[in-house]
């Protein structure tokens, strides 16, 4: 799979991982008008797939893309969310990582980008595997948007997943990971502007946020050494054979 960036106005982060099939990106409430139809007619977009929390989407409040007739949108936070689990953090006002609730997984000796990524997993399997599912088989059979606030960790761990069941060589996986580094200063910038966001954009150095793909091959080491791959752990949590067949049909070079 090679990878092409979307020159949008109001995002900095996004791009085509399978054309018309597979896109992702950072936040996109600031889409301009013509960005919209951009991703609607030139990318055949039909359904997005929001990985904020709850909180983070009514502190930004709704995008110009929920204004579109016909278009799904699936809002699938990788974090608990309040009143859906007994876990659950409190997260009406702040996003849960300036609230202590972005502890990741108890990973000794890992980073803690592998323990968060990780944290994910043990979390919101259930949002992992319902976005898989939607990208396997989107309504209106178009292209797939995968975003969070940056696009590079939740998201990236969401496309990395789809792209090692659609059976992408691991090298080519990291790599699209880390292609977010080549605009990280643009990200940081973007989100600093934000009072979402902006306390944790404070750091002298840009790079300090960049997408390292040690980081991505870290989890799938693991995933290779707990679950016997992605597949495996996906299967434990109700990804079926069918369902990675669907992928692999949707995201494979024909």
């Known amino acids: 799979m090679t990878t092409a960036w979307i020159d949008l106005e109001g995002a900095v982060n996004a791009r085509a991982v399978v054309p018309n099939r597979l896109l992702r990106s950072d936040n996109l409430q600031d889409l301009t008008p013509r960005d919209v139809q951009h991703l609607v007619e030139d990318h055949r977009l039909s359904a997005v797939i929001d990985l904020r929390t709850g909180a983070e989407v009514r502190l930004e409040g709704p ?18 969310e309040a009143g859906e689990r007994t876990d659950a953090i409190e997260a009406d006002t ?3 990582w300036q609230n202590g609730g972005d502890r990741g997984a108890n990973l000794p000796g890992e980073t803690p980008t592998v323990r968060a990524y990780w944290g994910y997993m043990e979390k919101r399997p259930d949002s992992i595997v319902a976005a898989l599912r939607t990208i396997a088989a989107p309504p209106g059979d178009g292209a797939v948007l995968v975003h969070c606030a940056a696009g590079k960790d939740r998201t990236g761990l969401v496309v990395a997943l789809a792209m090692e069941i659609a059976g992408t060589d691991r090298d080519a996986v990291v790599a699209e990971y880390a292609r977010t580094g080549e605009r990280i200063e643009r990200i940081v910038a ?19 946020h960049t997408a390292r793909p040690e980081s991505m091959a870290r989890i799938l080491e693991l995933l290779d050494e707990r679950h016997g791959g992605p597949a495996g752990w996906l299967g434990e949590h109700g990804f079926d054979g069918d369902d990675a067949l669907a992928l692999r049909a949707r995201l494979s070079p024909s």
């Open 63 to 80: 995008g110009p893309l929920t204004r579109v007739e016909d278009l799904v949108i699936e809002h699938r936070s990788l974090y608990p």
């Open 94 to 96: 702040i996003v849960p």
């Open 190 to 208: 973007r989100l600093a502007s934000s009072p979402t966001y902006a306390h944790d954009m404070r750091t002298d150095d840009p790079a300090h």
